[in-house]
C-alpha cells in the first residue's frame, strides 16, 4: 500500500519560513519523480516544485512564482521529500501536497502525470 504523508504546515507571517516534508511508503522512492503542489480555496491544483534523480545528478523544477524562495530535496535513504519555503507571501496560502509519479515526464508538473499523492499540510500565511 502506497502512503505519502506530509507533515510541518503551519501558520506563519509574511516573510517568514516554514519546511514541509513527505514520508512515502510502498513504493520504489528513487525510480519516482517527487513533487510539491498546492491548491487554494476555488483555484486549480498549482504545481510548486519537483525532484528527479537522474543517473549522476539531481533535476530540481521550479515555476516562476516560487523560484528563488522553496527548495525541494529529498532523501533517499529515508524515503522522504522536503519543501523549504522562505519569504513566504499571503498568496503562498494554500494546502500543499506531495505527489509521486512514474515513469518520469515532461512538463514536470502536470497534476495527471502523478500517480500517488498525499493528504495535504495547510499553509497559512499572514500580512
Known amino acids: 500500500q502506497v502512503q505519502l504523508v506530509e507533515s510541518g504546515g503551519g501558520s506563519v507571517q509574511a516573510g517568514g519560513s516554514l519546511r514541509l516534508s513527505c514520508a512515502a511508503s510502498?513504493?520504489?522512492?528513487?525510480?519516482?519523480?517527487m513533487a510539491w503542489f498546492r491548491q487554494a480555496p476555488g483555484k486549480e491544483r498549482e504545481g510548486v516544485a519537483r525532484i528527479v534523480v537522474g543517473s549522476s545528478t539531481t533535476y530540481t523544477y521550479y515555476p516562476d512564482s516560487v523560484e528563488g524562495r522553496f527548495t525541494i530535496s529529498r532523501d533517499n535513504a529515508k524515503n522522504t521529500l522536503y519543501l523549504q519555503m522562505n519569504s513566504l507571501k499571503p498568496e503562498d496560502t494554500a494546502m500543499y501536497y506531495c505527489?509521486?509519479?512514474?515513469?518520469?515526464?515532461?512538463?514536470?508538473?502536470?497534476?495527471?502525470?502523478?500517480?500517488?499523492w498525499g493528504q495535504g499540510t495547510q499553509v497559512t500565511v499572514s500580512s
Open positions: 510502498g513504493i520504489t522512492y528513487s525510480m519516482y519523480a
Open positions: 505527489a509521486a509519479g512514474y515513469p518520469v515526464k515532461w512538463p514536470p508538473l502536470r497534476p495527471n502525470d502523478y500517480n500517488y
